[in-house]
């Protein structure tokens, strides 16, 4: 069963939105200011991918969340929902893991 389009991208964005906001609450937590958090954020997203991408395990969950993210965009179904947010999360936790490898 196909969404419409406004009520499947604003399901999307919001989704994405609670889960990056879940991994920044997440790192507020550990870190001692906003500004480190945010610095976290960042540095998972661009280091820590381009580290991941080097090793082969967590190049295939970058590949992988980009498959996911990928479909999830382009087919308009709800189990669609649940693979882009897969996708999404499992990002960050590839550039966790390739940030993990560095220090």
Known sequence: MEMPYKIYYRRLIIGSLFILGMFFLWTLVNAPDLGAATTAIFLTI??????????????????????????????????????????????????????????
């Open 46 to 103: 661009t280091v820590g991918i381009g580290i991941g991408a080097s090793i082969p395990g967590i190049f295939l969950c970058v590949m992988t969340s980009s498959c996911l993210m990928g479909y999830g965009l382009f087919v308009r179904k709800k189990y669609a929902l649940t693979l882009f947010w897969s996708g999404f999360a499992l990002f960050f936790l590839a550039g966790m893991m390739g940030l993990g490898t560095r220090y």
